[in-house]
């Protein structure tokens, strides 16, 4: 089997709020944690391993990455703060703005920026109440 693997990947995730995904040593926590890992499917711990090898397919084909709902158990149990919920939010935000051809996705994700100027234009007079990740600043 081939395997294909995008050597940027890493750093393309980092910029949609997945900064600290590099110090996991896969130790498989956040798989014990989780309320979808089943058996030895090894989720979420197996998505961030792929994120690091940089193999892109393999981790976006996966149906778990849209199932996480973000709970964060993964993420407060990781011994290295590797934030693997936030990781899975990166690799969710990565295939949305891909998909938009126009790029404002992926500007409002990776911009607060973009974001603020967005907002308070749609908003036209009425106060805009904003919640960003700390991995965007
Ligand atoms: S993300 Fe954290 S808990 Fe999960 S395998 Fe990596 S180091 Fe362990
Ligand atoms: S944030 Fe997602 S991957 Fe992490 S424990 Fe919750 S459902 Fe599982």
Known sequence: MTVL???RFRDRLKK???AESDACFNCGNCTAVCPLSEGD???PRK???YGQLGDRDRLLSFKELW???YCGECSDTCPREAGPGEFMASARRYVIASADPF???GLLYRSPLFTIVFLIGKSGNKPV???IGKNLL
Do not use: E, H, P, Q
């Open 129 to 131: 109440k904003l919640r």
């Open 103 to 105: 790029g404002i996705a």
């Open 5 to 7: 693997v995008d050597l």
């Open 16 to 18: 949609y709020g997945s």
């Open 41 to 43: 499917d090894g989720f």
């Open 47 to 49: 998505m961030i391993r």
């Open 67 to 69: 199932l996480c709902y």
